[in-house]
């Protein structure tokens, strides 16, 4: 079945279609979502709540068997900047995506998961950060939480200028952060058996020589709970075709798997550590505050 012949839900009907657009938003927000009932919400209202206003929302859900699609519907008919579309079968995240991006208007895409955070002056700074330095692609800095909400001290730094080169050896840009130009990401879908957005930043870096950082935290990153290794050797395996999509050859694309599986364990093992030492901190504030515990 083609994208274009995805039908709405029919609970979704009265606000999914959205047609007639008034104006054409500056930002197009799009999120994915497949059985995300316990964080749906909280990531929707992180857009809500933006300074930024002039934006357009379009989720996808990926035929979720629980309650995402009922409580996105809801949220919908509150605000006509949502747009609600539903899978007919699960599909996965890259092609959620692509048939988002192709109805988006806005002339800047972002991109934000179902289970992540936004800073509410997160669109604002980073449209006036990216109108000042002339970018075609931005990103912000990421602060990382657990599963349960539990707020890690370790933030990833974004670089003011990201080559290529650096990219290539880690992902320093998360996506839920990312703010692309719509006419820079058209050429570059997003792949289903890749790292779905790692493949798309290294190509756009190629063609315009680098993404650009906004060195602040407008970003909360929620951690999944990733520590089977089925989980990271399916990762692991994302990544190498990630390489091979931008045309490495097999030598070379396991040698830079590597080099990005060694930093991100570095990265995990600094999220868990700003993550203990936040809790040891609440934990010497409580016992100042009753010096009895």
């Excluded at 949220?75 to 995240?93: F, L």
């Excluded at 058996?193 to 290294?202: C, G, K, N, P, R």
């Excluded at 050859?249 to 396991?254: D, P, V």
């Excluded at 901190?281 to 505050?289: E, P, V």
Aim: with cysteine; net charge neutral.
């Amino acid at each position: 079945m083609k994208l274009a012949e995805w039908p709405i839900a029919a609970e979704c009907a009265a606000v999914a279609e959205y047609p007639a657009v008034l104006s054409t938003p500056k930002v197009s927000v799009i999120m994915a979502a497949y059985n995300a009932e316990a964080t749906i919400a909280e990531s929707i209202n992180s857009i809500l709540v933006q300074t930024f206003t002039d934006w357009e929302l379009l989720i996808v859900d990926d035929c979720s068997t629980d309650s995402t699609l009922s409580i996105i519907a809801g949220m919908a008919k509150e605000d006509a900047r949502i747009r609600i579309y539903h899978a007919p079968e699960n599909q996965g995240v890259a092609a959620t995506r692509n048939f988002a991006i192709a109805y988006a208007i806005g002339g800047w895409i972002a991109f934000l998961d179902s289970d992540d955070i936004w800073h509410k002056e997160k669109l604002d700074k980073q449209l006036r950060f990216a109108e000042e330095t002339a970018a075609v692609i931005t990103y912000t800095g990421t602060a990382y939480m657990d599963e349960t909400g539990n707020i890690s001290s370790y933030i990833l730094p974004a670089k003011p200028k990201l080559p290529y080169k650096t990219l290539l050896h880690s992902n320093l840009m998360s996506c839920s952060s990312v703010m692309v130009r719509k006419d820079a990401m058209k050429p570059f879908p997003v792949g289903a058996s890749t790292h779905e957005d790692y493949a798309v930043w290294l190509q756009i870096v190629s063609e315009v020589g680098h993404a650009s950082g906004l060195n602040e935290p407008l970003l909360t990153y929620r951690m999944g709970n990733e520590s089977k290794s089925a989980a990271r050797l399916h990762s692991a395996i994302m990544t190498y075709n990630a390489y091979r999509q931008v045309r490495f050859g097999r030598f070379m694309s396991f040698l830079l798997t590597v080099r990005y599986a060694l930093h991100s364990v570095s990265k995990r093992l600094n999220i868990r550590l700003g993550r203990m030492n936040a809790g040891a901190r609440t934990n010497k504030a409580a016992k100042h505050h009753h010096p009895n515990i």
